[in-house]
C-alpha cells in the first residue's frame, strides 16, 4: 500500500518564474492538504482539496494555487518564484470521512529559489 | 488567533531515560490533537492523538496527556532511544477547519 507520493524530491528555480509541485495520496485517501515547511519551523497550512475544489486556504497570496484531480492527486502552483518561496512542501492526505483523523505526509519536495 | 507552541526548542535525554515534550495551545476551540516526529529528509510522521473529551491516551512507549484547563499538551516517550531522535510536532484542529496548526517543534537528541 503505497502511501503519499511527491515529485520532484528537490527543486531549484530562479526568482520570477514558476513551478508546480505534485502529489499522489495514500491509497484510500480523498482529500489533499498542502504545507510549507521554512526551515526550523512547523509546517503552515497552504489550502486543502477535496471533490476537486479548495475547501480551505491558509493565509498565502493567489501566487499560490492547486487542483485536485478526479484520481484524487493534487498539484501546487507557485507563480512570480520569491527568494521567501524557498522552503520543503510538503503533501498530506486524508480521508474526508470519519472527521479529525491524522495527515498522512509525503516526504516532500524541497524548493530552493535563487 | 489560533497558535501552538512549544515550551523548548530542545531536549536532551540520555538513552534509557524517559522524555516529557511540551506544548502550549491557544485555541479553545481546538478539539483534535496529534503528534507527529519528523526525522531529518522525511515528512511529518504520526505518533498518537487524543480528541478533547479525553485527558490522557496510551500508546507503544508513549502518553500523550491534555489539559484543556490550561490548553496544555504533552508527549511522554518512555525508554527513549536514539531511533526517538527527531523533531517533535504538536498540532491542533477542530472540526470542520479542515486545516491542522502546528507548532515550531522540539528537536529530541538522545545520548547513547
Known amino acids: 500500500d503505497a502511501g503519499v507520493t511527491q515529485s520532484p524530491t528537490h527543486l531549484i528555480k530562479t526568482r520570477g518564474q514558476q513551478v508546480t509541485l505534485r502529489c499522489s495520496p495514500k491509497?484510500?485517501?480523498?482529500?489533499v492538504s498542502w504545507y510549507q515547511q521554512a526551515l526550523g519551523q512547523g509546517p503552515q497550512f497552504i489550502f486543502q482539496?477535496?471533490?476537486?475544489?479548495?475547501?480551505q486556504r491558509g493565509n498565502f497570496p493567489d501566487r499560490f494555487s492547486g487542483h485536485q484531480f478526479p484520481n484524487y492527486s493534487s498539484e501546487l502552483n507557485v507563480n512570480a518564484l520569491l527568494l521567501g518561496d524557498s522552503a520543503l512542501y510538503l503533501c498530506?492526505?486524508?480521508?474526508?470521512?470519519?472527521?479529525?483523523?491524522?495527515?498522512?505526509f509525503g516526504n516532500g519536495t524541497r524548493l530552493t529559489v535563487t | 488567533g489560533e497558535s501552538v507552541g512549544l515550551h523548548l526548542p530542545t531536549l536532551s535525554v540520555q538513552e534509557g531515560d524517559n522524555s516529557i515534550i511540551n506544548c502550549a495551545y491557544s485555541?479553545?476551540?481546538?478539539?483534535?490533537f496529534i503528534w507527529y516526529k519528523q526525522e531529518s529528509g522525511k515528512g511529518p510522521q504520526f505518533i498518537i492523538d487524543?480528541?478533547?473529551?479525553?485527558d490522557k491516551r496510551q500508546g507503544q512507549r508513549v502518553t500523550v496527556l491534555l489539559n484543556k484547563t490550561v490548553k496544555h499538551l504533552s508527549l511522554q516517550i518512555a525508554a527513549t532511544q536514539p531511533g526517538d531522535s527527531a523533531v517533535y510536532f504538536c498540532?491542533?484542529?477542530?472540526?470542520?477547519?479542515?486545516?491542522?496548526?502546528f507548532g515550531d517543534g522540539t528537536t529530541l537528541t538522545v545520548k547513547p
Open positions: 498530506a492526505s486524508s480521508r474526508r470521512e470519519g472527521y479529525n483523523s491524522p495527515l498522512h
Open positions: 491509497s484510500g485517501h480523498d482529500t
Open positions: 482539496y477535496y471533490e476537486e475544489e479548495e475547501r
Open positions: 485555541n479553545s476551540a481546538s478539539d483534535y
Open positions: 487524543i480528541r478533547s473529551n479525553m
Open positions: 498540532a491542533e484542529t477542530y472540526t470542520n477547519a479542515g486545516k491542522s496548526t
